[in-house]
Nanobody, 129 residues
C-alpha cells in the first residue's frame, strides 16, 4: 500500500519552530517530487514548498520564503519541512504530496497546480500564545 504519513505538527507560540516530516512507503520515493501544502479554515489550499525528486531544486511561496526550508532524505524515504519564526497566520493543516517526477514541468508548477499521485492525511500546526 502506497502512502504518505505526516508528523511533527503541534501547538507552538509565535516565533517558535517546528520540523514536519513526511514518511513515504509503498512506492519508489526518489522517482517522486514532493510538495508541502497547507489549508487554513475557510481558505484555499496553498502550496508552500516543493522539492524535486533528487532534492536538487526547490520552490517556496512568497509567504514563507526565508522561514521555511524543505529537504528530503531519499535513503530514509522521508521529506521534511523546517519552519522557523512561526506566525499565527501559519496556522493550518499541513499536507505532503508526491508526484511522479515527469508530471510537472517545475517545482513551482507542482506547488501552484498539483497533480499529485499521493497525499498524506495532514498534520495540524497551530500558532498561538
Amino acid at each position: 500500500q502506497s502512502q504518505l504519513v505526516e508528523s511533527g505538527g503541534g501547538l507552538v507560540q509565535p516565533g517558535g519552530s517546528l520540523r514536519l516530516s513526511c514518511a513515504a512507503s509503498g512506492f519508489t520515493f526518489d522517482y517522486y517530487d514532493i510538495g508541502w501544502f497547507r489549508q487554513a479554515p475557510g481558505k484555499e489550499r496553498e502550496g508552500v514548498s516543493c522539492i524535486s525528486h533528487s532534492g536538487g531544486s526547490t520552490y517556496y511561496a512568497d509567504s514563507v520564503k526565508g522561514r521555511f526550508t524543505i529537504s528530503r532524505d531519499n535513503a530514509m524515504h522521508t521529506a521534511y519541512l523546517q519552519i522557523t519564526n512561526l506566525k499565527p497566520e501559519d496556522t493550518a493543516v499541513y499536507y505532503c504530496a508526491a508526484a511522479h517526477r515527469l508530471r510537472h514541468s517545475s517545482n513551482q508548477a507542482m506547488c501552484v497546480r498539483p497533480e499529485a499521485d499521493y497525499w498524506g492525511q495532514g498534520t495540524q500546526v497551530t500558532v498561538s500564545s
